[in-house]
Structure formats: structure tokens, C-alpha cells
């Protein structure tokens, strides 16, 4: 049985960070597509870091240059590291993982960590 637990949220002031973990059990994270997503209420969800087989990488541009995506093969962990962080990025943020390489349909999804950004 997959599960996906996230931690790490809170609320912080504009400006702040968090770090946002995933840890996987019944799933091995090595060599897998995996992502970020946010919702916030009223929007719809959106996508906001992968990280790919091959370890590359892509941002949704409004994180660009403040959030960073990566994980640790040994402790089969996702992580999200969030630095200055704004008002507009206050939302549920879920981990999602998907297959090897560049197979990035998310089967599998944890069930979200709220971070509240307040100006």
C-alpha cells in the first residue's frame, strides 16, 4: 500500500520559509517522476515543481528562483523548500507520485499540508 505523508507546513510572514517534506512508504521514489501541487479555495489546482526521473527539474514561473524541488533516495523522501515566500502562495500543498523516469501520470497522492502566508 502507497503512502505519501506530507509535513512541514505552518503559517509564516511574507518573506518567510518552510520546507515541505514527503515521505513515501510502499513506493520507492528512486528513479520516479514525483511533484508538488497547491490549491487554494476558489482556484483550481495547480502544479507547482517536478522533479523527474533524471533528476530534472521544472518550476511553475511565479516560484521561479524561490522554491526548489529535490529529494533523498536514501531516506525516500520528496522535498519542497519554499524562501520568500508571498500572501498568493497560501494554499493545501499535495505531493503526488508517479512512474519512472519521464512517466509523470500521478497515480498516487498524500493528503496535503496547509502553508498560510500573511502579510
Known amino acids: 500500500q502507497v503512502q505519501l505523508l506530507e509535513s512541514g507546513g505552518g503559517s509564516v510572514q511574507t518573506g518567510g520559509s518552510l520546507r515541505l517534506s514527503c515521505a513515501a512508504s510502499?513506493?520507492?521514489?528512486?528513479?520516479?517522476?514525483m511533484a508538488w501541487f497547491r490549491q487554494s479555495p476558489g482556484k483550481e489546482r495547480e502544479r507547482v515543481a517536478t522533479?523527474?526521473?533524471?533528476?530534472?527539474?521544472s518550476l511553475l514561473e511565479s516560484v521561479k528562483g524561490r522554491f526548489t524541488i529535490s529529494r533523498d533516495n536514501a531516506k525516500n523522501t520528496l522535498y519542497l523548500q519554499m524562501s520568500n515566500l508571498k500572501p498568493e502562495d497560501t494554499a493545501t500543498y499535495y505531493c503526488?507520485?508517479?512512474?519512472?523516469?519521464?512517466?509523470?501520470?500521478?497515480?498516487?497522492w498524500g493528503q496535503g499540508t496547509q502553508v498560510t502566508v500573511s502579510s
Open positions: 510502499g513506493y520507492d521514489v528512486v528513479w520516479k517522476c
Open positions: 503526488a507520485a508517479g512512474g519512472r523516469w519521464d512517466d509523470c501520470l500521478y497515480g498516487y
Open positions: 522533479i523527474n526521473g533524471y533528476a530534472s527539474t
